[in-house]
Every structure is written in structure tokens, then in C-alpha cells.
């Protein structure tokens, strides 16, 4: 069963930055697409970034291209959330999911983490 820690997330300043960190465990890292969602009060959960398998191929929301990169360690079975700029709007809980990769440039996730907050004040 692959399970998913994420950690991370904190309140931050309009404008500041963070990376948030996702440790993956109990499969093999390398056979899944790797993604970042969130979800902010009264809204639906949004896909915002993935990364496949070989980490040659990464998807972002249109809102946060430019500002977020995901990477991939498979030394650490770690995927990173490089926020940079970060507004207000981006305040949710971020979740990391494995899965599988999407011909739309999504995930198809099969499994989550707990979530982690992120909070921007403005």
C-alpha cells in the first residue's frame, strides 16, 4: 500500500515563497506519476501540477505556471512544490497524489496524502 506524508505548508506572505515536500513509501516510486492538488473552503479539489513517472513531462494550472515547479527525487522517493510568488488565492490545502498519468496532462490519482496547509495573507 504506497502511502504519501506530506509537510511543508505554513503561513506566508504575499509575495514569499515555500516548498512543499511529499515522502512516498511502500511501492515502487519510480513506477508512478506524481501530483499536487488543493483545495480551498467551499471549493472543489483542482489539480495544480504533475510530473510522470521519468519526470521528463510536467503539467501545471494555467494560475500557477511560472510561479510553482515540481520535481521528482528518486534517490529521496520525495516530489517537491516549488511555490514562488505566492497570492493570496493560492491559500488551500495542498495534497499530494500517485497515480497514473493522463493523456489531458493530469493525474489520475490512486492514492493521497493527509494534506498540508498553505496560508498567504495579503
Known amino acids: 500500500q504506497v502511502q504519501l506524508v506530506e509537510s511543508g505548508g505554513e503561513l506566508v506572505q504575499a509575495g514569499g515563497s515555500l516548498r512543499l515536500s511529499c515522502t512516498f513509501s511502500g511501492r515502487t516510486f519510480s513506477n508512478y506519476a506524481m501530483g499536487w492538488f488543493r483545495q480551498a473552503p467551499g471549493k472543489e479539489r483542482e489539480f495544480v501540477a504533475g510530473i510522470n513517472w521519468s519526470s521528463s513531462t510536467t503539467r501545471y494550472l494555467d494560475s500557477v505556471k511560472g510561479r510553482f515547479t515540481i520535481s521528482r527525487d528518486y534517490t529521496k522517493n520525495t516530489v517537491y512544490l516549488r511555490m514562488n510568488s505566492l497570492k493570496p488565492e493560492d491559500t488551500a490545502v495542498y495534497y499530494c497524489?500517485?497515480?497514473?498519468?493522463?493523456?489531458?496532462?493530469?493525474?489520475?490519482?490512486?492514492?493521497w496524502g493527509q494534506g498540508t496547509q498553505v496560508t498567504v495573507s495579503s
Open positions: 497524489a500517485a497515480g497514473v498519468w493522463r493523456g489531458s496532462g493530469s493525474i489520475g490519482p490512486n492514492y
